[in-house]
């Protein structure tokens, strides 16, 4: 039977990823909803090559957009704004949803897909590290089906037995044997560079990946191991495991995409090509398995696989992680809310590449929030994020 796609945030990079294996497998998967925020051009085009029945663009765009829809003779219903998305995420007719959005602009939306009951193909690994109880409580109570396509959290997936795969909570209540959960990372394009050069370095290099071609907050995150450091409050909840139980190692080629130890000394890994279209084909097409269209890993052409123990002086993002895993939601959501604003900061030349995590650590150690009791929710949630954004704010206008 047809699989009936909604992508969240089609106009970024997991989107294109995402459409780009779509394209390709039309028989079995319907495109029946799109949503982009910016490039309205491309969405426009989108919709030319899809036709999908929905699509939800800003609030203030729906009618122009709908005008443009007209013209291009295309019958496609238009929604707005965060209503518009929730609308779509939770639509009757759509099984999976892929949350492809950037930052905590993509939690209504993937929670309300959760609360749906959907299928989730999660990219948007901000929505977990804000609220990362609330999505595992909601996909449990609503029977809904997590499946992560950020790589080392899909890789992970694959490693495991297919029990754990099944329903996460086995893994924490009865191991199987899961030692410890070993997450790659590239380094970022600073591995080699000294503090000092990071300290000087321009967006265009900050955004210059060596492996992945990927949106601009998460390269500036992956610069500064921040993206590391939400992947790692993102396992914490996808595999209901302590932060202590998660490794992470540089691994600067980007083959092995992450890895499980078990307790007999085995670890499994998942290899393949640095592209997202491997994940995202995996979560598609779970528990089969389709084509989808990336470069093959040729093992011949590969002359060493590096493993490195992270420096978590100079990249201090990572060591802030840990700690806001182990204080608790709260932490977790301001230090998610004060990298938003750093990142936006950085690319618009406000602070320097390094001052990301002076200000995350400001945010974590300064802002005041209440602890969140455990049937705290969304507005608990959204509140505290607003109070850390508005504080970060304050932080950067000292600095500049
Ligand atoms: P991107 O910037 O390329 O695309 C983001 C998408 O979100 C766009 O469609 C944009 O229009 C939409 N968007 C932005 N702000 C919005 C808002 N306020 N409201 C509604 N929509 C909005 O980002 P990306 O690289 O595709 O990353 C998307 C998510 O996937 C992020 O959470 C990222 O961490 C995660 N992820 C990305 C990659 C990758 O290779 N790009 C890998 C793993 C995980
Ligand atoms: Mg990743």
């Not at 997991?14 to 925020?37: K, M, N, P, Q, R």
């Not at 150690?365 to 505290?384: K, R």
Request: charged share 20%; with cysteine.
């Amino acid at each position: 039977m047809t699989q009936r796609i909604a992508v969240l945030g089609a106009t970024g990079s997991i989107g294109d990823s995402t459409l780009a294996i779509l394209a390709t497998h039309l028989e079995d998967y319907e495109v029946y909803a799109l949503s982009g925020h910016h490039r309205l051009d491309k969405l426009l085009a989108l919709c030319q090559q899809f036709s999908p029945k929905r699509v939800c663009v800003p609030l203030e765009s729906v009618d122009t957009f709908a005008k443009r829809l007209d013209a291009a003779d295309l019958d496609i219903d238009v929604v707005g704004g965060d209503a518009g998305l929730i609308d779509i995420a939770t639509d009757t007719q759509v099984d999976t949803v892929v949350a492809a959005i950037v930052g905590a602009a993509g939690l209504p939306s993937t929670l309300a897909a959760a609360r749906a009951g959907k299928r989730i193909l999660l990219a948007n690994k901000e929505a977990l590290v804000m609220a990362g109880q609330v999505m595992i409580e909601a996909v449990k109570t609503h029977k809904a089906t997590l499946l992560p396509i950020d790589s080392e959290h899909n890789a992970i997936f694959q490693c495991l037995p297919s029990i754990i795969q099944q329903d996460n909570t086995q893994i924490h209540d009865r191991c199987h044997g899961v030692r410890k959960l070993w997450l790659t990372a590239s380094g970022g394009p600073f591995l080699q560079q000294s503090f000092a050069q990071m300290q000087q370095a321009g967006v265009a290099e900050a955004v210059k990946h060596p492996n992945w071609s990927m949106g601009q907050k998460i390269s500036v995150d992956s610069a500064t191991m921040m993206n590391k450091g939400l992947e790692l409050i993102e396992a914490c909840h996808l595999f209901d495991l302590p932060e202590d139980k998660i490794k992470v190692v540089i691994h600067p080629q980007s083959i092995i995409h992450s890895m499980v130890e078990y307790s007999d000394g085995s670890f499994l890994a998942q290899l393949g090509s640095p592209d997202m279209k491997t994940p995202i084909a995996h979560a598609l097409s779970y528990p089969q398995r389709i084509n989808s269209g990336s470069q093959p890993l040729d093992l011949y052409a590969l002359s060493g696989l590096e493993f490195i123990k992270p420096d978590l002086q100079k990249f201090a993002c990572l060591r802030l992680a840990r700690e806001a895993m182990k204080a608790g939601t709260q932490a977790t959501i301001v230090l998610n809310a004060a990298n938003e604003i750093a990142v936006a900061a950085f690319l618009a030349g406000k602070v320097r590449l390094t001052d990301i995590a002076d200000i995350n650590e400001q945010a974590l150690t300064q802002v005041q929030v209440s602890t969140l009791t455990a049937n705290a929710d969304i507005d608990d949630i959204l509140e505290i994020d607003k109070i850390a954004r508005l504080y970060t704010d304050t932080i950067i206008a000292k600095m500049v």
